[in-house]
């Protein structure tokens, strides 16, 4: 991906996105589970419940976890083409359904890119609900299924034409509407300080 334009984000850069994003997050829908995409979401996750707790009058959030990977199912296919395939590498329990059902869950990623990772956590988490529902008395059903809510929070929302799409009753939140680019992570850093000078250099060029 030589020709493809880098951001360098830091630590503080996200840290930071996440602090800013927080209270609207909590005006409007106000958490009660984090379901954090790996391994990007983890830690904005641990990041934004530091915020929520402190919004939200220390209420105890939850990390729940789930894993999922792009693949691409035609050799040579590059990373922008379209083509792409969402696996599973990590899934809730078996009592997933019974995890979400009635909760207001906020789904939590670093890049929203194709928007095919976030389509897929958010389908197959309905799943997870309707499965869960079918278990419960049938006069209840509709109560519980209009008690479940889901959104979206993530750090970086690149503006592009999208692969996927998400419901507009799901409300959606990011920390920063950014251009197409390729973002390096500082979690993908393997020297941290370069990483960091190097961001410093690129934002004091962009002055
Ligand atoms: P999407 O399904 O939205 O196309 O892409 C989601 C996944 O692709 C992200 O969770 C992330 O792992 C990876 N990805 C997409 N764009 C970027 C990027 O600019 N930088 C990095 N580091 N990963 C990205």
């Avoid at 503080?12 to 409007?28: C, F, G, Q, S, Y």
């Avoid at 950014?178 to 300080?193: G, Q, R, S």
Wanted: hydrophobic share 40%.
């Amino acid at each position: 991906m030589a020709d493809v334009k880098h951001l360098r984000v830091t630590y503080n850069d996200i840290h930071n996105l996440i602090r800013n994003a927080t209270p609207k997050i909590v005006k409007e829908f106000n958490p009660d589970i984090m379901i954090a995409i790996g391994g990007g979401g983890f830690f904005p996750a641990r990041v934004m419940r530091t915020f929520l707790r402190e919004s939200s009058e220390n209420k105890a959030i939850q990390i729940q976890a789930i894993g999922l990977s792009l693949y691409e199912p035609v050799q040579g296919t590059s990373a922008e083409q379209i083509g792409h395939e969402v696996i599973r590498t990590q899934w809730l329990g078996p009592d997933a359904g019974k995890l979400l059902v009635g909760k207001r869950n906020l789904i939590v990623d670093e890049v929203d890119d194709t928007r095919k990772t976030l389509s897929y956590a958010l389908v197959e988490l309905l799943k997870d609900v309707e499965g869960e529902l079918l278990t419960r008395p049938e006069s209840e059903r509709e109560a519980l299924r209009s008690a479940t809510k889901f959104a979206i929070f993530v750090v970086h929302n690149k503006v592009k034409a999208k692969l996927a799409e998400i419901p507009t009753d799901t409300p959606y939140f990011s920390g920063a509407d950014v251009e197409d680019v390729w973002l390096d992570y500082p979690w993908e850093a393997t020297n941290i300080e370069e990483h960091d000078q190097l961001a410093a250099a690129d934002k004091a060029t962009r002055k």
